[in-house]
């Protein structure tokens, strides 16, 4: 039996960009950009070879603070989204971001101000805001406590064995700190 080689190091520098198929680019861009606070750093337009077919797409990069991106394509072809959309409402797939209780509020204000729905919840380890986008891809802003990197310390020295005694049927709570969890706000 071989075992694994011990990880010194994460294997990447940070995200670069993580992509999601959309409808409509404009729709997307007033989202992020106007309503989010991300701006709009790059637009490729394409014609390339995806999953076996020649497509037509505009992909659209919106910036994060350590120069990653949030990143969308729109292909030309409306059955190309039905194929390749993999963003589906309601269901529990999302990107989470951080951010800080300012930037957080800042987005809420203007989430209200827009009418769009969110809802922000208290994790007890962090305070998280829900937004669905134009399309129904759920967008996580993660505002973290003051004593962050004492929680993550706990949970780094433990994080194998709670992985293991889940796998082996224990499935009790370990999260001492969502005692604190309740909805802090919700608008639909």
Request: charge should be negative; include cysteine; charged fraction near 25%.
């Amino acid at each position: 039996m071989t075992s694994t080689p011990a990880i010194d190091a994460p294997a990447a520098l940070r995200l670069h960009h993580h992509a999601i198929v959309v409808k409509d680019q404009e729709a997307t861009r007033h989202f992020y950009e106007d309503v989010v606070g991300l701006p709009l750093v790059a637009t490729w337009c394409e014609v390339e070879n995806v999953r076996g077919k020649d497509r037509t797409y505009c992909h659209t990069f919106f910036e994060l603070a350590d120069g990653s991106a949030l990143a969308f394509f729109q292909f030309a072809d409306p059955e190309d989204y039905e194929e390749l959309a993999s963003n589906l409402p309601r269901k529990l797939n999302h990107v989470a971001l951080a951010a800080t209780p300012q930037q957080q509020a800042d987005v809420i204000a203007r989430l209200e101000a827009a009418g769009i729905p969110h809802r922000v919840t208290d994790h007890g380890y962090c305070v998280s805001m829900y937004v669905a986008d134009p399309d129904g891809s759920t967008l996580e802003l993660t505002v973290d406590p003051p004593n962050a990197a004492e929680i993550a310390a706990a949970r780094r020295a433990d994080a194998h064995t709670e992985l293991a005694r889940w796998l082996a049927g224990d499935h009790r709570p370990n999260n001492d700190l969502r005692a604190l969890h309740k909805e802090v706000a919700t608008t639909d």
